[in-house]
DNA sequence: AGGAATTTGTGCGTATGTATC
DNA sequence: AGATACATACGCACAAATTCC
């Protein structure tokens, strides 16, 4: 006897709102009807949906203000540019670049295949420079779901862009794993680093504001150039 | 007219139950008492308590459990310790310790004097293991003029806390950067790496709220066993 | 400037569902 | 199967912040 419960009224609530952001119905900083009429409406306690929109608020889609209403904010990561690269030169800054080398639909590998839908995905490969010079080769995954096809020209700069703007996807959260690894033999000829020489290592999972893996990428950089940088606190 | 308002009751109550736990009152493992006799006891409403539970759940020192009870767990450990500690075992997590080697007044190095005021500092050198595991190797160089003498014996397993309530010093932000080093020839003859191995390699600096630098260190790690995480936006 | 209206935040009490023991 | 304990949900009253007149 299967029984089949729902999910907490609270949960439904939060999903739809989310959906509802996601998918552009709410503009980017409309305000929400009071509590207590929303609530009304949706045939819930307010309690109830306060407990959902306090879930929205903590994936960064909403913004409450006592005395004032609740914000809907569509732009939980930065749209910038480059929000989440986090690589610099020794010295300190430098203009980041990208150059995409090929795109091309292939079935997932072991890391990234257990985790999105589909079982195929899109593998981009890029060249990361810092004002002008070579920095880093990135492999990134995308699941395979979202588009048929990608073509190199569909990509700007900011993949997060175009994953927003393209694809729908909007990018809440990463995580970063930086260790050492050795240049993959399929270096480039473009790129000054030698297969099989030692660089810094980044592997990273990114998710979207429902929680969905939404794209896995590693990265192979010249630690002799460019370090990753990680600011926390102020700043 | 300073209006004294007094923090909500369940945030008065998260931090009553964080400073027990952190204090030592209540073991490891220990069970709460059900949440209606608890509320009774501190006369409070059921639905008030539980918002302080959830609370001190969030900070990760509490394990609740529907049909079970309400379990304490140090783990974490409170007052942020391991706030700025970045190191976790390749399948994630582990829970990291320290074991301090040295303590000197030494002249501090280039990369640390023009930074603080005094030209000498004291070096802290220490090997960080998670779960028992050495991961890495520590040197740590923190400003000379907060106190003529630090021993070893002052150190607990989170430098931050010595700092703040020792040296009065409070960490604020952190910078850092990682790429890719060899292991210095001064590696202890306890540690796994040997000296000239390739390692993962961190450089810290820290400041206080002021602005102040208060703190320069530099990590070599075990990339083989751990790797630096950084977590951005949700999650 | 000031006070009333609006809106979210806090707190209480209770009834019912669901997981654990 | 029964008892225990946490989770969800409802509704209400008042406090605090904001907004509007």
Same mark, same amino acid.
């Given at each position: 006897m299967a029984k089949t419960s729902a999910l907490p009224k609270f949960i439904q609530l939060s999903e739809m709102l989310i959906r509802e952001i996601a998918a552009g119905h709410l503009a980017d900083g409309a305000r929400l009807p009071p509590e207590r009429d929303m609530a009304d409406e949706l045939g819930v306690a307010v309690g109830t949906l306060r407990k959902a929109l306090a879930d929205v608020e903590a994936k960064g889609l909403l913004d409450r203000v006592q005395g004032s209403g609740n914000y809907v904010r569509?732009?939980?990561?930065?749209? %910038?540019?480059?929000? /989440? /690269?986090r690589l610099e030169l020794l010295n300190g800054g430098g203009l980041p670049t990208a150059e995409v080398l090929s795109v091309d639909r292939l079935a997932k590998p072991d890391g990234f295949?257990?985790?999105?839908?589909?079982?195929e995905g899109h593998r981009i490969i890029r060249l990361r420079s810092l004002d002008g010079v070579l920095i880093a080769l990135e492999e990134i995954w995308l699941d395979?779901?979202?588009?048929d096809a990608v073509a190199v020209?569909?990509? %700007?700069? %900011?993949l997060y862009h175009f994953y927003r703007h393209e694809l729908g996807v909007v990018i809440a959260s990463v995580e970063d794993r930086i260790g050492v690894d050795v240049m993959p033999d399929?270096?480039?000829?473009? /790129?000054?680093l030698k297969a099989g020489q030692t660089t810094g290592y980044i592997e990273r999972i990114s998710w979207t504001a429902a929680g969905a893996p939404a794209e896995f990428s590693r990265t192979w950089y010249d630690a002799s150039r460019a370090s990753y940088i990680s600011r926390m606190g102020k700043g």
């Open positions: 569509h732009r939980p990561v930065v749209d %910038s540019v480059y929000a /989440f /690269f295949a257990r985790l999105g839908g589909d079982a395979g779901g979202h588009r020209a569909d990509l %700007s700069d %900011s399929w270096t480039p000829e473009a /790129f000054h």
